[in-house]
């Protein structure tokens, strides 16, 4: 502790009594004594609520023995907690704090020994004035017993935290001048800013201790902590610091009496304390603006002090200190909703003062909404009815044999069907309970969802008792469905239900009225009493309607399919959800064999109306159509079996008549017509009847042909069973099919092709035999196939043979066809290079004509072209007319190929096809056309599409443009107008698309072109004549000599070259010739800046080699021939504007320059001499 400078070390006069002034520096709180600023509490006494009082002690490294005496706080609150530190202090006051009560005769007193007379005079009289006097007065030693100066400091520090704690007691920690009445304090007491903000933290630290104590927390705490903090003047450091503090020596003194089990229990008052604490922890902090770091790390410090719990774990316990406090506020306003002294914002300040979130608010509001409900509704706030209770009574109770379950679950059932429903038609909204709970919602926040659900969970249940009563009333026929739906509308409205809930409260209400008459059927059915089964389901079908009937005055569209939205059998809540699969057939079993009735004849019948009955129960049991026909099918099926068996073998007997099949049918359409049984049912049985009859026929026929009369027996038999002829098809396609292919290749003969007379009897047995066209055509094509398949394997077997060598023949396999047609290897020849030897074209033209004249060919429409026709004028003199129309593009299809019945490889067709094409173009006999013509169709035949069979001409077509072109280019420079028609007329004969043939056209020009340039520049002959004789050639045929001949742009660059520099040279070229440069650099593919370079490129070589001349004349003597040099250069020098890099020594210049200028000039234009002279000077470098 720092004093002022002024002060001296001295002792009290010797008049003072040692024994007057003798303390323990030990016995209270000392600021020099603090350990890092921590708190700790002494053992205390134990109160009566078994709280701990804490005594106040400050541990000290320079003392190893704590205080013999205890700072006891009060029983709660933090004035009493004051009160109670103030009065410890009291208790262990100094020899000097004793004598002087005034701090500044005790702060003066350690500045110099004063005479004791002196002091009680001063004590009487302070002022500021007193320092001067005392320092004035006579400073002498003092005997034995006096006080030296840091007697003085200690009891200074000793009094300071007693004055504060004093201070704070008497003005109140909200008074407006308690933090200035503090902080005179520490001037008064001369403490410095450190040790002051520690007693100021210690008595805060002794303040929470003491609010803790009491476990009664209150709202005006908050602000009590808060004013507190400020009248201390504390940082939000030095609050978490006391805060920290006092929980480690709250958690140390609760733990000495309370046990760790007992803290655990909620309900103690030291648990409750201890949350409390957390609680003000918690707001302090939060109210203090930290950070979410600085939160964290304070609040965790309270958090670790109290049991070592979680940040988390310490939240929620503060969290359910607030929660009370806030649902108090809910409460207030529900209390105070009609005096409009409540709001929203009111309800958000109270939250944030007390940290609950809005999320766990809203779950407040929901229950305080909730509460208000029921108390509107005249119920009580909280349902005290414990679904439970029954349970808990009975769950150590275990019964010993099934036969106790049994009778326990019945007595259980007995008692809740003899159960009186309790009458709740009295509860009902109290009046202006509408406008009460809209605006308790706008102030709590609520959306319509969250309040809806709330009125509908407080109310539900009495509108569902309504509702049931009114259904059954209405099953029972007590109340029609439109009284009973205006009950249940009206006791909706009552309880404020909304509409758009009441489709599924409805729902659940019939499926909950339905599903008792079923509960208890099926306590009949499985007991096998068929009698009351039956009464019981035709009650429950009658019931359903009367549910559909009120259900119908509500007019909701949802229930228009009644079965479906209230039994579906997957869903448990509906109404047949609980019946097992196995119970709702059994059922329905029974009800179906109760429906069937027996005359007197032993026929048996289901009426009309068991009929309707029994789909309205299957859809009542979840039993779908296809299983309850099949119930109808097993019962009744036998039935149906022996009427239609009966007929059919009595129609297979023969001679049948109108009459018989007339009398045969009534018999079957009355089993029908009285069992009800539906088309498809009938079509079963019927089927496998019609299809022995037809199986028994084919067997018993000579040749597997039935004869008229039994083809009549199958048309009456399908006539009786109401069988198409359609649906027969297949059985007879099966049964005749192998006859029918046999008369076709009887029809085919030794010439393989079907004779027009043959082919309608062909058709005629066809009918008669009953089999579809598709049938009938895919066994005609079966036929042709197995015909034909000789015919290809032949003409692949020769076409291998032609042009396989030995071993390749041996091996049936060939892997390069390229140009050797023929077997012996040899090279292609014959006209235009192409072999056509081995002809076995008339075998192939034999397989076309079977092809064709069998009809096997077809024709497919593939899409549609506009074409323009002309109309005659109607009348003389009138005007012709042109309309456009629509008519079908057809494509050749081929449904047998010889690839598609694997008689032949895709490889030896290409390569038979051809053949085919180079011998219809190379012969020259009289079938040379038809051969052209059939090419499409063999190629089809051998499975080629229309795209191999283009590239096969195409590579053909490639040969002869080939050798043509090259043939007629070798006599001229450009092929004529009969070369054209030659080459057009080879396009139309290989069948090779206009397009195509032009491709081939430029193609084969380009290899002679290509050959040409290689021959000219390769074998160094060329020269500038036949360079430009090349390149106009080439531009004459369209060409591009790079793209399209194949020439490098340096070839191109040396042709250009070549070509220009004899103009240049003699003059022809000079730069009035720009047009001709222009013209030989773009035939060429050049660029402008290619051209340019290049004759740039030429001058400067060429002026280089003249300035050497002139040089070397001038130095001969020969100024003429200089001169003539010179109008060389100045040519040169005006293609680049004089500009030609040339290196002249300035005498060489100036000596060519007079030589040049001294020459004849006569006829010479003025301003052309001056151009001339201007570029030699350019070229020499020479200044203008």
Known sequence: ???????????????????????????????????????????????????????????????????????????????????????????????????????????????????????????????????????????????????????????????????????????????????????????????????????????????????????????????????????????????????????AAFYRDVTRFTSIDELDDEGHPDRVSLDKLLFLSERAFRQGGETDEAFTFEFSRVAKALGGLSVNEALERAKDVATPFYERALASTRAKLNSGAVSADMLSRARGTLGIEDVEAKDMHIEAFGREVRSQLGLPEDDDEDDMDDYNEYQDKRVETVAEVKKKLDAMKAEEETKEVEDTSDIKFTSGAFDTLTKLQDVLGLSDEDADYEISAATVDYWRNTALSAIEDAIAKTKTPAKAWEVIQSRQKELYLKDSSMKDMMTSMVMQALGRPLEKVNGFARVNNAAATYDGLVDAIAAKETCKDVLKEAGWSEFEDFEEACFDPSDNASACGFLTNQDRHNMYQIFFTRSVKTDEDGTKDISEESYGLMKELRGMLGVSEEEGVGQIRNFFGPELQIVLTDATEEILRGNTTDALLTNLKENVDKVINDYKLDEEMVRSYAGPLYNRAVEEIGSNTPGGIPSVEEVETLSFLRTLLNISEEETYDVHLTTFGTAYKKAIKEALGTTGVIREEYREPL??????????????????????????????????????????????????????????????????????????????????????????????????????????????????????????????????????????????????????????????????????????????????????????????????????????????????????????????????????????????????????????????????????????????????????????????????????????????????????????????????????????????????????????????????????????????????????????????????????????????????????????????????????
Not at 81 to 95: Q, R, V
Not at 117 to 122: F, K, N, R
Not at 1023 to 1035: G, L, S
């Open 1 to 247: 502790m720092r004093f002022h400078s002024a002060a001296c070390a001295a002792v009290l006069s010797a008049a003072a009594s040692a024994s007057a002034f003798s303390f323990s520096p030990l016995a209270v709180p000392s600021t020099t004594a603090r350990n890092n600023g921590h708190v700790s509490f002494a053992a205390p006494t134990r109160p009566a609520f078994g709280l701990l009082s804490n005594t106040l002690t400050i541990s000290s490294t320079s003392h190893a023995q704590p205080s013999s005496t205890s700072l006891n706080l009060a029983a709660g609150g933090g004035p009493e907690a004051l009160e109670d530190y103030i009065a410890t202090l009291s208790n262990t006051e100094s020899k000097l704090s004793s004598k002087l009560q005034n701090p500044k005769l005790v702060k003066l007193a350690g500045a110099a020994a004063l005479p004791l007379s002196y002091v009680v005079g001063a004590a009487m009289t302070p002022s500021r004035r007193l320092a001067a006097r005392a320092v004035g007065g006579v400073i002498t030693a003092v005997t034995a017993g006096g006080v030296g100066k840091s007697f003085v400091e200690e009891d200074v520090r000793r009094s300071c935290p007693a004055a504060i704690a004093k201070r704070l007691f008497e003005l109140g920690v909200d008074d407006a001048n308690i933090s200035d009445g503090i902080a005179r304090l520490q001037e008064d007491y001369g403490v410095d800013d450190e040790d002051f903000l520690g007693m100021c933290t210690e008595v805060y630290a002794v303040y929470l201790a003491g609010m803790a104590k009491n476990p009664l927390a209150k709202t005006a705490e908050l602000k009590e902590l808060a004013s507190l903090k400020a009248a201390l003047d504390l940082d939000n450091q030095q609050t978490g610091q006391a805060h920290a503090d006092a929980a």
């Open 763 to 1184: 058709d005629d047995l066809r009918a008669r035999l009953g089999m579809s066209d598709e049938a009938a055509k895919e066994i005609y094509m079966e036929a042709i196939g197995e015909r034909m398949k000789p015919m290809v394997e032949f003409i692949s077997n020769e076409m291998e043979r032609l042009v396989l060598t030995k071993d390749q023949l041996a091996q049936k396999r060939g892997t390069d066809f390229g140009e050797d047609y023929f077997k012996d290897g040899s090279k292609a020849s014959g006209k235009l290079g192409l072999g056509t030897d081995g002809n076995i074209m008339s075998d192939i033209m034999t397989l076309i004509d079977f092809y064709i004249e069998n009809g096997i060919v077809q024709k497919e429409v593939v899409g549609t072209k506009k074409i323009e026709k002309k109309i005659p004028a109607d009348e003389e003199g009138g005007e012709e007319k042109t309309i456009t129309e629509e008519e079908p593009i057809y494509e050749s299809t081929y449904p047998i190929t010889a690839t598609g019945m694997g008689c032949i490889d895709t490889q030896v067709a290409e390569l038979c096809y051809r053949q085919f094409v180079v011998s219809s173009f190379t012969d020259q006999s009289p079938n040379a056309a038809r051969y052209e013509a059939s090419k499409a169709t063999f190629g089809g035949i051998l499975g080629l599409t229309a795209e191999k069979m283009e590239e096969i001409g195409s590579n053909i077509g490639g040969m002869v443009y080939d050798n043509y072109i090259t043939q007629a280019m070798a006599t001229k420079s450009a092929l004529d107008q009969q070369d054209m028609m030659f080459l057009a007329n080879m396009q139309g004969k290989l069948g090779i698309s206009a397009e195509k043939g032009e491709e081939m056209l430029l193609d084969t020009q380009k290899k002679i072109i290509s050959e040409e340039a290689s021959a000219l520049f390769d074998s160094g002959s060329a020269t500038p004549e036949k360079v430009k004789e090349f390149r106009e050639k080439c531009n004459s045929m369209g060409m591009d000599l790079e793209t399209d001949v194949g020439l490098t742009k340096s070839r191109l660059v040396n042709m250009f070259s070549m070509e220009i520099t004899p103009g240049i040279d003699s003059g022809e070229i000079t730069m009035d010739s720009a047009d001709v440069l222009a013209e030989i650099q773009e035939s060429l593919g050049l660029t402008e800046e290619e051209g340019e370079e290049v004759v740039a490129g030429l001058i400067t070589e060429r002026a280089n080699g003249i300035l050497a001349d002139i040089v070397g004349c001038m130095l001969r003597g020969m100024d003429a021939v200089a001169v003539e040099s010179m109008e060389k250069l100045v040519q040169y020098a005006a293609f680049v504007d004089g500009d030609l890099g040339l290196n002249v020594e300035e005498s060489n210049a100036n000596k060519a320059f007079n030589l040049f200028e001294s020459k004849d000039w006569t006829g010479v234009d003025t301003k052309v001499v001056e151009k001339q002279k201007s570029l030699l000077k350019t070229a020499f470098g020479m200044s203008a």
